[in-house]
């Protein structure tokens, strides 16, 4: 497993969240949805701790791919895992929480390019 190409995925990952959720794309949408307020609390830990889910997901996901996929079985590896196992299973908990589409569509969505990303990064660096 190449460690650096895992780290690197890990910070697009984080830097696909922070403009996937800024008002440039779909922040006011994500926060309309969510009832309109910011919860409380400290912003670096929230930060901090979404960065190491974005690790422990990038480890995983290239765990899963194994050492030196190909391009295009990391990206179908990616698109599967995204939106086949992530976003499939946040619309049955949204489902529950009587949470809306629209909500399920922006989630669902960042965790669906965000494993396609990984993909990309680990089937491209070997």
């Not at 922070?18 to 409380?40: C, K, M, Q």
């Not at 929230?46 to 050492?67: D, H, K, N, R, T």
């Not at 990391?74 to 196992?85: D, E, K, N, Q």
Request: charged letters at 10%.
């Amino acid at each position: 497993m190449n460690l650096y190409a895992v780290l690197s995925a890990a910070v697009s990952s984080f830097l696909l969240g922070g403009l996937w959720y800024s008002p440039l794309l779909f922040g006011r949408a994500w926060n309309r949805e969510n009832g309109g307020e910011v919860p409380p609390g400290h912003p670096g830990k929230v930060f901090g701790i979404s960065f190491v889910f974005s690790l422990l997901a990038a480890l995983a996901f290239a765990w899963l791919l194994g050492p030196q996929p190909e391009l295009r079985k990391a990206l179908l590896c990616g698109g599967v895992a995204g939106l086949g196992l992530v976003a499939t299973s946040f619309g049955i908990n949204y489902q529950f929480a009587r949470r809306s589409g629209r909500l399920w569509a922006i989630d669902g969505g960042y965790h669906s390019v965000q494993f396609v990303l990984f993909g990309l990064i680990l089937g491209l660096w070997h």
